[in-house]
């Protein structure tokens, strides 16, 4: 079901409708629930790659406590949009996003040697290594630590880094050690929750570390497809003995869970047809709006809202009770975000709406490919 405030902000744009519509009550409920779910005090960094738009920022900001971020681009974007508490990821910083970020007095979460050493050429910034530490991967579709990759310093560098962080004057704040995305099992994440806390805080002790900041990063699910979900009684169950030293501060940075469902793509049919037995619903945008289903493989689930309307004086195109492909409007035969999915009745004119669609949908998409249109974002 689409809620009726959105299927009446969707019904609203311009045809043929093509619409990213962001609802602020559901990114609020998303915060407040991970909030409630986290040990007071645990400040909440939302990673804005997940949807860095304007106006999912601006209805953000006041409920989190600051930004993650991960490129010089972005890193502007949240100093313009007033982020109190930034901190900078990446694995791949330029000397200019280095300046850009102690000049914004952002947290550098720097993620190798070379970074550091080129880190203390612009002053006093305040960092947390990012450790790839020699824990097992945990579940979830992008695992980041525990196995090889092109992120953090192996936990064996670690008193290197140290020792080049003090000596070029930098202050070493903590540690950071994200690990994962898209984690639906939330007693995984907070036994991860709770061993990266010990292991920092013993880290902590040992490189002489006051006050740390202990950030395990974000990662928090989303089932987009499925009826799967990140408990978060669960996972607050799994904190409640959460060990925390003193003066210490815990980050979270989750993007996927504050806006994958905050979020609805509407997109119009603008044919139906069969060809070799199969039926096809064409729509007005695909996946270079919505990339997800083409990259991951898989077929987002949508609901068809009738438009009765037809403006035309001839016969509507329209199929009912039979498997259809969605495919956008594309010349590429991948550009399919639906494959084989039972549907009661569509028709040209309809509007298909895919829930879950506010994470990585827009942003992760080929927008110019083809020079078509770009969506319209509406947020209610
Ligand atoms: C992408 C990213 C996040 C957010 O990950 P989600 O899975 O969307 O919660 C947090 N921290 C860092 C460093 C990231 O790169």
């Not at 972005?74 to 109190?84: I, Q, Y």
Request: aromatic share 8%; with cysteine.
């Amino acid at each position: 079901m689409v809620p009726p405030h959105v299927a009446a902000a969707i019904l609203a744009a311009d045809r043929p409708v093509c619409v990213y519509v962001y609802d602020r009550a559901v990114l609020h409920a998303n915060v407040a629930a991970l909030r409630a779910a986290l040990p007071a005090g645990t400040r909440i960094a939302y990673a804005m790659k997940a949807n860095g738009d304007d106006r999912v920022l601006a209805a953000l900001l006041p409920h989190v406590d600051g930004l993650e971020v991960a490129s010089g681009g972005e890193l502007a974007a949240a100093v313009a949009a007033g982020s109190r508490f930034t901190l900078f990821s990446g694995p791949g910083k330029t000397d200019a996003d280095l300046r850009a970020a102690v000049a914004a007095g952002a947290v550098v979460n720097v993620e190798s040697l070379h970074e550091l050493r080129r880190l203390t050429v612009y002053g006093a910034a305040r960092v947390c290594l990012r450790i790839n530490r020699a824990h097992p991967a945990l579940p979830g579709t992008h695992a980041m630590a525990g196995v090889a990759t092109q992120f953090g310093l192996d936990e064996a560098l670690l008193p290197e880094a140290v020792g080049i962080a003090r000596a070029g004057g930098l202050d070493v704040a903590g540690f950071h050690l994200h690990a994962v995305s898209n984690n639906l099992d939330a007693v995984a994440h907070a036994a991860y929750v709770r061993d990266a806390v010990a292991w920092a805080a013993g880290a902590a002790q040992r490189w002489g570390v006051p006050a740390p900041i202990i950030n395990v990063g974000g990662g928090f699910g989303v089932d987009i497809a499925g009826a799967g979900r990140f408990d978060l009684d669960a996972f607050a169950a799994g904190l409640s003995d959460l060990d925390l030293p003193d003066g210490a501060t815990l980050v979270v940075e989750p993007g996927r869970f504050v806006t994958a469902a905050a979020g609805w793509y509407a997109t119009e049919v603008l044919d139906v047809k069969q060809t070799h037995g199969r039926w096809f619903v064409v729509v007005r945008g695909g996946t270079h709006h919505f990339r997800l289903p083409a990259s991951w493989g898989y077929s987002h689930p949508f609901t068809v809202l009738p438009v009765d309307a037809w403006p035309y004086p001839f016969q509507r195109p329209q199929v009912s009770d039979a498997a259809v492909d969605v495919a956008g409007e594309q010349c590429n035969p991948r550009d399919v975000l639906a494959r084989d999915v039972p549907v009661a009745s569509v028709r040209a004119g309809d509007v298909l709406v895919f829930a879950n669609t506010g994470a990585y949908g827009w942003e992760v998409a080929h927008h110019d490919f083809l020079r078509l249109t770009h969506p319209r974002f509406v947020i209610v």
